[in-house]
């Protein structure tokens, strides 16, 4: 599916002419789809896609004219599968998931080897490209939905109609988070050179976006940016980066192979190395423990 005659015809010249699978679409035993149907066994959205992504670095740099310019472009993306230092890898390449990954190397190399690009197919080259997806990949939002709900916030309307609009929308969100969870807005994943290098802040001054509904990504700034101030993004959502530092530490180690020393985090260094859950966990324990009290004193 195509946005326009023009995207096709664009993805044709770059990448689609070795991946097209013509009649083949539907065809269980083609390496393509087997090598897709294996990743979609193992994972979920929006990351179904980042095979592809891969399969499509391959394919552009096959089917190119000048080879060696589209290896030195994904060579800027951080492709490392391990931080020796901080003693972390990423979540997707730790020894659970060995078996898999060797299943999809095979598949990969079976549908799109190339002599030229041999280094990517050998199992450290595969860890590499395939961390290289997964910390680099950033989610496509391009939700008719959400373009909705901005239309209804931007509509004047009077008080009581605003809040009937507001509750029906809230209500509506939690009826299809039931269904999509965190994937609701996010149709895909996407490489994108300038926006990889921008650098991690649990408080940032910038963020990426899609405002208009399409693959272009958008940068704009949440704040006034000095001359010589560093642009930073952040790897997180909305709702993460509200969580205990130690639960920020985790996701971003886990995806991202560092340990963040922003100033919220460096502010927070004191306290308790313990989840947003766990904290949860010893809240409810507290309430239940509050909650016995209560009652031994109505026995007495």
Known sequence: MYCSAECRQAAW??????????????????????LQDAWRSMHYPPETSSIMIMAKMVASIKQAQDKERWQRLF???????????????????????????????????????????????????????????GTNGQGIGTSSLSQWVHACDALELPGQQREQLDAFIDQLYKDIDKETGDFLNCEGSGLFLLQSSCNHSCVPNAEASFPDNNFLLHLNALSDIGPGEEICISYLDVCQRERSRHSRHKILRENYLFVCSCQKCMSQVQEADMT???????????????????????DV
Not at 13 to 34: A, M, V
Not at 279 to 287: D, F, K, L, V
Not at 290 to 297: F, N, S
């Open 75 to 133: 060579s800027h993306f951080c492709s490392r599968s391990a931080n020796e230092e901080e003693e972390i890898v990423h979540k997707l390449l730790g020894e659970k998931f060995q078996g898999q990954l060797s299943l999809l190397r095979n598949l990969f190399s079976t549908a799109l080897y190339e002599d030229r690009l041999s280094q990517w197919f050998t199992p450290e080259g595969f860890r590499s490209l395939f961390a290289l997806v």
């Open 13 to 34: 010249e770059q990448y689609h002419r070795l991946l097209c699978l013509g009649s083949s679409h539907q065809d269980p035993d083609h390496p393509l789809n087997k």
């Open 276 to 298: 947003s859950e766990e904290e949860e966990e010893e809240e409810e324990e507290g309430e239940a423990e509050g909650d016995d009290m209560e009652d031994e004193m109505t």
